[in-house]
């Protein structure tokens, strides 16, 4: 790991912190309105049984990013990828997910963005070379598009709202 890039990822496996995590998350219920039922049966059981783990960079006690991956033999997915406005120059979301890749041992997982956030997330899925793969209308917000990259996500749906002609990042 480089040393210039400062705030190392370190795995959350605490119930407290857990809480933590989920309470500094809290805001992405915008975007995912069942976030905190997912997170309460789906996050912390799947910390407990190994088939999802929860990285963070810290600074002292407060996170400046949170990447949660899962990985079975079903699927590998970076499911939640969140760095705080204030740390977002600073390489962490770069960081966290290739904790998250490592450990999924994957390049590509599955990886899903809402329609407001694309241009946030458009330098790093170039950086990735994710392909989009299909756009889900209705995934997990009535109306609003979800682009989703590498592999796909129930319920299926074609490119009709692709990003651009290639799909490619």
């Known amino acids: 790991m480089d040393e210039h890039l400062g705030f190392l990822p370190v795995e959350i496996t605490t119930p407290l912190q857990l809480r933590r995590v989920r309470e500094t998350l809290c805001s992405v219920s915008e975007f995912y309105p069942e976030f905190a039922t997912w997170f309460d049966r789906k996050v ?6 190994g088939s999802r783990k929860v990285f963070a960079c810290l600074n002292q006690d407060i996170f400046l990013g949170i990447a949660i991956a899962k990985r079975s033999n079903q699927e590998r997915k970076l499911s939640t990828l969140w760095v705080s406005p204030h740390a977002r120059t600073q390489r962490i979301a770069l960081q966290l997910a290739n904790s998250a890749f490592l450990w999924m041992e994957t390049k590509r997982p599955t990886f899903t963005v809402p329609e407001e956030r694309i241009g946030e997330f458009r330098g790093l899925l170039r950086t ?5 793969v299909m756009t889900a209308k209705d995934l997990y917000r009535k109306e609003k598009l979800e682009y989703v990259f590498n592999s796909s996500c129930t319920p299926q749906r074609p490119l009709e709202h692709s990003l651009d002609s290639t799909s490619k990042f």
């Open 128 to 132: 990735w070379h994710f392909t989009q």
């Open 44 to 49: 912390c059981s799947g910390v407990e049984t």
